[in-house]
Nanobody, 114 residues
Framework: QAQLVESGGGLMQPGESLRLSCGTSGDAFNILTIAWYRQAPGNQRQLVATITPGGETKYVDSVKGRFTISRDTSKNTLYLQMNSLKPEDTALYYC????????WGQGTQVTVSS
């Protein structure tokens, strides 16, 4: 089963910005809706943002206006630009297709703390 690989996490202060990346090989990436998810300790995995092959995006209310999901089809790469970070954004961030096409990766940790 194909897998996506997340990167770009880090330790940030409130208000800072960070960009996550997610890459894979293969042609399926460009014909699937892809999403960013996050899981905070003790919580279930949450859908954060999705992007269709045509570029239509959706966001969970808590990140609207702060996060931007995008994809570069020439590089098979998904991005999540996170601005105005808050402590409640602290989580392990994953990418995957809502279709379940990919095996879950290890995620990338984002910690927001002063």
């Amino acid at each position: 089963q194909a897998q996506l690989v997340e990167s770009g996490g880090g330790l940030m202060q409130p208000g800072e910005s960070l960009r996550l990346s997610c890459g894979t090989s293969g042609d399926a990436f460009n014909i699937l809706t892809i999403a960013w998810y996050r899981q905070a300790p003790g919580n279930q995995r949450q859908l954060v943002a999705t992007i269709t092959p045509g570029g239509e995006t959706k966001y969970v209310d808590s990140v609207k206006g702060r996060f931007t999901i995008s994809r570069d089809t020439s590089k098979n790469t998904l991005y999540l630009q996170m601005n105005s970070l808050k402590p409640e954004d602290t989580a392990l961030y994953y990418c995957n297709s809502p279709s379940g096409y990919y095996r879950w990766g290890q995620g990338t940790q984002v910690t927001v703390s002063s």
